[in-house]
């Protein structure tokens, strides 16, 4: 079975960080061209980062540059988000999303809630 499961999402304090973690299964995850989206209640996903299957090359979007780090083990069929100094307005949902090379199919997971509150 093909999916994507989000973790390590939960209530943050402004000003700190977190990771979370989106371990694919069911693939052959050094095919997969992973990045990161976010979505507030009513708004469209917005692109955070992505990382390339082959280089682990990087991109981010102009909003996170600094803040934000995209990792992956090909090892563990994992792809991680690190978020540091976080604010209100990083509430949201988090969810990953994959592009196989190979086979040009797409898939999303369940995303993962991130709450930045004292």
């Known amino acids: 079975q093909v999916q994507l499961v989000e973790s390590g999402g939960g209530l943050v304090q402004p000003g700190g960080s977190l990771r979370l973690s989106c371990v694919a299964s069911g693939f052959t995850f050094s095919n997969l061209a992973m990045t990161w989206y976010r979505q507030a209640p009513g708004k469209e996903r917005e692109l955070e980062g992505a990382i390339l299957s082959t280089s682990s090359t990087t991109n981010y979007a102009d909003s996170v540059k600094g803040r934000f780090n995209i990792s992956r083990d090909n090892d563990k069929n994992t792809v991680y988000l690190h978020r540091n100094n976080l604010r209100h307005e990083s509430t949201d949902v988090y969810y990953c999303?994959?592009?196989?090379?190979?086979?040009?199919?797409?898939?999303w997971g369940q995303g993962t809630q991130v709450t930045v509150s004292s």
């Open positions: 999303y994959a592009i196989d090379r190979i086979t040009k199919y797409d898939y």
